[in-house]
């Protein structure tokens, strides 16, 4: 009796050594912006600098006039026969590996390292030498991110519009997923001088006032997995095997007490 005694003492013990093992992670973890302040006028952060074309960027570019006629062979839909239905995709210009497009009678146009304003104007004075009275318009098609990591859904995401922030980019991934780590959120961002990374953390409302609260077209965001997820099952397949012995210790002490 003494013996079944110790033995239903380690079984319990083991059994909620193994439950206190499988909680979730605490709720500061798993709460976005877990310090923020109700009711607290956070300043506005200002807006990031405009957006530099860089190589293996596909711009798209339409030249406007009130005769359109008049700058057909301007523009890449009329000289090649491609029907707007096609959508975007088939109308731009690469930008190539030394910072060039290859413009339809403009020839070689170097864009690289300007803002999309700044290239508008420069196409817009090669154009004005052919045809007068027009508009260019250019554009980036190519506005993506992409989200890796414990979300719900992620990949590569259209960007819809130019001001788009970290939560916004994590909401059309789905969120970060019960498995992933709020507090170790990585930004990769590819600037002129290199590839820079630095950590997000979600939870702390200081993100607000962060140079990264708002992404850019082609930033890669990285969600890490949380402590649980590192040391699940998953990963540690003998957590199960502990797990199944300790139902068998519970299923027996309770056929013990039936005959006693």
């Not at 909620?16 to 992670?25: D, E, K, N, W």
């Not at 109308?91 to 060039?100: A, H, K, R």
């Not at 989200?147 to 519009?161: A, R, S, T």
């Not at 702390?204 to 850019?216: E, F, K, P, Q, W």
Request: glycine letters at 8%; a negative charge; one cysteine or more.
């Amino acid at each position: 009796m003494i013996f079944l005694n110790k033995i239903k003492r380690f079984g319990l013990f083991g059994t909620l050594m193994l439950a206190l093992g499988s909680c979730s992670s605490p709720l500061k973890q798993m709460t976005y912006m877990h310090d923020a302040k109700i009711d607290e006028l956070y300043p506005r952060m200002p807006l990031p600098p405009p957006y530099t074309i860089r190589p293996n960027d596909q711009l798209y570019i339409s030249v406007v006039s009130e005769n359109r006629e008049e700058t057909d062979f301007l523009n890449l839909s009329f000289s090649v026969g491609v029907g707007g239905a096609y959508g975007m995709e088939l109308l731009t210009y690469l930008v190539d590996e030394n910072g060039n497009i290859s413009y339809p009678k403009l020839g070689e146009v170097y864009v690289a390292g300007l803002t999309l304003l700044e290239a508008r104007d420069k196409i817009q004075k090669l154009v004005d030498h052919y045809v007068l009275n027009t508009s260019v318009v250019v554009k980036l098609a190519n506005r993506t991110f992409t989200v890796l990591g414990d979300v719900n859904g992620g990949g590569l995401i259209q960007m819809p519009k130019n001001q788009y922030t970290i939560f916004e980019a994590i909401g059309a991934a789905g969120g970060v997923s019960d498995g992933g780590n709020r507090q170790k959120v990585r930004l990769i961002r590819e600037t002129p001088e290199g590839t820079r990374i630095v950590n997000i953390d979600l939870t702390d409302d200081a993100l607000l006032s962060s140079d990264y609260y708002y992404i850019l077209p082609n930033d890669v965001i990285y969600v890490e997995p949380n402590n649980y997820r590192v040391y699940s099952t998953r990963t540690l397949p003998w957590l199960s095997q502990a797990s199944f012995a300790a139902s068998l210790l519970t299923t027996a002490f309770l056929i013990l007490n039936l005959f006693k």
